[in-house]
Nanobody
């Protein structure tokens, strides 16, 4: 049974940092592309970053240089280290499993059938 469970969200001041975790089960994390998405209030869900099975990483322009996606194969977990956070980063963050080993840009090719439940990130003073 495929499961993805996010954790690590919270309230942080502008300029602060958070590390999100996506613990997966039911598959091996380095066999598939895994991506982080986010959805802010009143906005559509958008791709943030993706890591493919080879470990190559991709980012949307708005987080380039501030966010880092990584993977711990032994723990079957994918991380999103978020630094220099801005109020515009406020959103619910989701991790998702792609259907293949590759990313589609900084997102995933269709169909994306497996999502975590999401974790809230709020950047505010």
């Amino acid at each position: 049974q495929v499961q993805l469970v996010e954790s690590g969200g919270g309230l942080v001041q502008p300029g602060g940092s958070l590390r999100l975790s996506c613990a997966v089960s039911g598959f091996t994390v380095d066999y598939y592309a895994i991506a982080w998405f986010r959805q802010a209030p009143g906005k559509e869900r958008e791709g943030v970053s993706c890591i493919n099975s080879a470990g190559s990483t991709y980012y949307t322009d708005s987080v380039m240089g501030r966010f880092t996606i990584s993977r711990d194969n032994a723990k079957n977990t994918v991380y999103l280290q978020m630094n220099s956070l801005k109020p515009d980063d406020t959103a619910v963050y989701y991790c998702a499993k792609g259907p293949r080993y590759y990313c589609s840009g900084y997102g995933l090719p269709s169909p994306v059938n497996y999502w975590g439940q999401g974790t809230q990130v709020t950047v505010s003073s």
